[in-house]
Structure formats: C-alpha cells, structure tokens
C-alpha cells in the first residue's frame, strides 16, 4: 500500500512544481525584468525627450534659452504659443495639410479595400503574382520616383500646386502596406457567412458592403491612421509640388524657421503646435492599430 502510494506522490510533487514553474515565468513575462524596463525607460526617454523639449521651450523666452537652455521656464510665457495660434499663416498651412490628409486617408481605406477584396475572396490565375506586386512596392521609395513624379502631376495631369495633386501619389505609395494588412483581415472571415448570404439572396457586392466591410473595421482603421499621419508628417513631395498658398504644415515650420531663425521660442511653438493633431489622433487610435496590426498578423 505504502510502495504504491509512492509513485503517486511524486508524480503529484514534480507537477506542482511544473505548476509552480509556469506561474513563475507567467509572472515574469508579465511584470518584466528589471533590465527590459531599464531599457524601455532609456528607448522612451531618447524619443519623447526631445518632443518634450521642444513643447517645454515654446513657454520660455529668447532670454531664458540663451541663458540656461536646459532648465524650465521661470516665469511661463505664453506669447509664443498665443502668438502663433493669431497667425493667419499657421492655420493655412493647417487647413492645406487637413485636406491632403484626409482626401490621402480616403483614397488609400477606398482603394486598398477595393485592391484587397479580390486578392483575399477570390481564385484565379497570377492572384499571388499580383499580391507580390503590391509586396514589391514596399520596397520602392518615393524618392526614386521623384523626378518622374513630377513631371507626370506638373505637365502631364496638370495638378501642380494642387490638393490632388499631393494626395494622389501619396495614397499610392500607401496602397502597397495598406493592401498587406487588410488581405488577412479579408481572408480570415468564413466562406461559410458569404455562402449564407448568397443563399439569402446577397450579391457579392451587397456581401461586401453589408457583411465583409463592417467585420473588417480594425484592419480598416489602423490603415486609416497610418495614411493620414503619413499625410500630415509627409515633406518631400508637398516641397516639389506646392507653393505659396497651398503649403502644408511641415514646409510652413521649414520656412517659419528660416523667417525667424532669431526666434528660437518662437520656432519652438510653431513646431509644437504642428505636431499635436497628428499626435493627438494616432495616441486617440493606438488601440485600434495594435489591435488591427495584430489581426493582420493572425491572418
């Protein structure tokens, strides 16, 4: 009786400890090793420190930089702040890079969705030849494209200095990422639900407006934010193709800077206040793009 209780107990020791073994990594995995958070903290601090700077400085005066350009203001100003939000420059520039934004953010969701249907519902020959392509495309900057590019918006299209033309070929140097997260999205809902709608008498683009389009909204805002925070922060091709009144924010900080290079807390405002839409809307959708960059992956 004793001999085959033995056995028993040590099989029941060694899983306690097995047990005991993965909540311990469990726990770990979860809070973390002291070196991981030292180096997140160092990797945070490097990226957010000079932002922080930057916003900190347009509350002190020429005076105050020149003096001790790393300490806080004393007192707060907000002359630079006030005076950037009266100038009328600032909100031209704001309302030009709105709109390239937000006409770059719906071609790319459109299109991309549109480009992603048939490479992930449908069979037929070369689908992924075709799916290779937009792949490629990742591949191909937009700076060796530059002088063609301009030549083709400029004499060809006629849409020199031009909302479309800047949203144009911005959202189809997007359509390539955009075209590889949404495909698993598309992929991963049942042939099942689209053969029972079929039976319900759906066509295939009532499937894909009613069906398929709400069921992929993760993919379709994280796409979204990405195409329009690329919009907004892009500067090359707005510098080749806009001029004058129809500059957008980051070639308004370019020649603010090179207007008021004396006016380093003014500088500092400026590009304080250029930076917050962009970075208010991607921290309001940080969740839905993990989340969606995670369903791409699963898919």
Known sequence: MTTALAPTKGAAAAQSQQ?????????????????????????????????????????????????????????????????????????????NSTVIALVTTALVVVCGVMAAY?????????????????????????TVG???LFILITK???????????????????????????????QAIPTELEEAAMLDGASRIGFFWRILLPLSGPGLVTVGVLAFVGSWNAYLLPL?????????????VADFSSEHASDIAGVFAFTSLSMIPALIFFLAMQKRIVSGLQGAVKG
């Open 146 to 148: 530059v002088i063609p």
């Open 19 to 95: 047990t005991a073994r993965r909540s311990g990594s469990t726990n770990a995995m979860r809070g973390g090793s002291p070196l991981i958070w030292f180096v997140a903290l160092i990797v945070c601090a490097f990226t957010l420190g000079p932002v922080l700077y930057g916003v900190v400085s347009g509350f002190r005066t020429n005076a105050q930089l020149a003096e001790s350009p790393s300490s806080l203001p004393a007192p707060w100003v907000l002359d630079n702040y006030a005076g950037v939000i009266q100038n009328p420059d600032f909100w031209r520039y704001t309302l």
């Open 240 to 252: 080749l193709l806009l001029q004058g009144d129809k500059k957008t924010l980051p070639l308004g």
């Open 118 to 142: 048939p490479l992930a519902r449908y069979q037929f020959k070369g689908r992924e030849g075709l799916y290779m392509v937009f792949v490629a495309g990742l591949l191909f900057p937009a």
């Open 156 to 186: 060809d299209l006629h849409l020199g200095n031009s909302w479309w033309g800047v949203a144009l070929p911005q959202a189809a140097f997007a359509l390539p990422i955009t075209v590889v997260i949404l495909r698993p999205f598309l």
